[in-house]
Nanobody, 126 residues
Framework: QVPVVESGGGLVQFGGSLRLSCAAS????????IGWFRQAPGKEREGVSC????????YYADSVKGRFAISRDDTKNIVYLQMNNLKPDDTALYFC???????????????????WGKGTQVTVSS
């Protein structure tokens, strides 16, 4: 198992910002395609963003495009999800996931991910 751990969630007001981190210990995240997913109560899990392991291209769901930014810092072995202009609809449990699959042009879907963290809760108040 790849021990990926999410952090950075919390309670924030409408329009606020949070930065989520996906960290791993013992292994380097650099070779991995990393995806961020979220699941709100009563809803299906959805992909939010990803950064690939080919050329670090990034992709976003339409619902977060222009507000969220994913990046990796290989020196710290962390993948970040900067979330700005947060809305109540962004409230969910956020997960990071990793896979060695190499896919260009889009994100690896959740069923293609091999390793998952336990999630970090993001709550946006109106």
């Amino acid at each position: 198992q790849v021990p990926v751990v999410e952090s950075g969630g919390g309670l924030v007001q409408f329009g606020g910002s949070l930065r989520l981190s996906c960290a791993a210990s013992g292994i380097s995240l650099a070779p991995y395609h990393i995806g961020w997913f979220r699941q709100a109560p009563g809803k299906e899990r959805e992909g939010v963003s990803c950064i690939n392991n080919i050329d670090d291209s990034t992709y976003y769901a339409d619902s977060v495009k222009g507000r969220f930014a994913i990046s990796r810092d290989d020196t710290k072995n962390i993948v970040y999800l900067q979330m700005n202009n947060l809305k109540p609809d962004d409230t969910a449990l956020y997960f990071c996931a990793a896979t060695l699959l190499r896919l260009s042009g889009t994100c690896v879907p959740d069923y293609g991910m091999d390793y998952w963290g336990k999630g970090t809760q993001v709550t946006v108040s109106s």
